[in-house]
T-cell receptor
Framework: DSGVTQTPKHLITATGQRVTLRCSPR?????VYWYQQSLDQGLQFLIQ???????AKGNILERFSAQQFPDLHSELNLSSLELGDSALYFC?????????????FGPGTRLTVL | AQKVTQAQTEISVVEKEDVTLDCVYE???????LFWYKQPPSGELVFLIR??????QNEISGRYSWNFQKSTSSFNFTITASQVVDSAVYFC????????????FGEGTQLTVNP
């Protein structure tokens, strides 16, 4: 158990809908990262927050947004969902915003868009 | 641009065999960090090891060992005396000093250890 929690574990929804994925980092970790794992794109970095501030952006679609709250939990919002958004979404956390810090991953949220 | 290549898509071995998973990376940075993660059938990503670009010393942890060679831009992972529980997808990842905190992952190698 990495100490990173994600809810829900599974999510099934329809095209055009909006969903929110939630992540709680390990106790004491200030950085939260979101990754998407899909069959065609592999594991891709989406976005990072550090202590409430957006720190880095990757291949995140404009339909997706995220935020990190004062208690350090984070939410990833996915809107106008398309079939291609079906994927496993991981949240990871690390203690600092340094390159050498390993990231610890949560169990993931499997999103299925029908 | 950074890139990680895991050329072996799938590997199948019999229990107790040794197996090496290859990882080749590309980066222009002189400071970078390499990682290996394991994704068992349950789906979570488990951190295995981190190595920085200044430390080419090989590392051994139980049945696991890692060979880092800057000259060939490789960071290979060997499992000695494989066990069925080692069956998983293994990912190599790169993090560059100048690219912030993002991890760039390889495509992964599916390892199946048969009894």
């Amino acid at each position: 158990d990495s100490g990173v929690t994600q809810t829900p574990k599974h999510l099934i929804t329809a095209t055009g809908q909006r969903v929110t994925l939630r992540c709680s980092p390990r106790s004491g970790d200030l950085s939260v990262y979101w990754y998407q794992q899909s069959l065609d794109q592999g594991l891709q970095f989406l976005i990072q927050y550090y202590n409430g501030e957006e720190r880095a952006k990757g291949n995140i679609l404009e339909r997706f947004s995220a935020q990190q709250f004062p208690d350090l939990h984070s939410e990833l919002n996915l809107s106008s969902l398309e079939l291609g958004d079906s994927a496993l979404y991981f949240c990871a956390s690390s203690s600092r915003d340094f390159s050498y810090n390993e990231q610890f991953f949560g169990p993931g949220t499997r999103l299925t868009v029908l | 641009a950074q890139k990680v290549t895991q050329a072996q898509t799938e590997i199948s071995v019999v229990e107790k065999e040794d197996v090496t998973l290859d990882c080749v990376y590309e980066t222009r940075d002189t400071t970078y960090y390499l990682f290996w993660y394991k994704q068992p059938p349950s789906g979570e990503l488990v951190f295995l090891i981190r190595r920085n670009s200044f430390d080419e010393q090989n590392e051994i942890s139980g049945r696991y060992s890692w060979n880092f060679q800057k000259s060939t831009s490789s960071f290979n992972f060997t499992i000695t005396a494989s066990q069925v529980v080692d069956s998983a997808v293994y990912f190599c990842a790169l993090r560059e000093e100048t690219s912030g905190s993002r991890l760039t992952f390889g495509e992964g190698t599916q390892l199946t250890v048969n009894p």
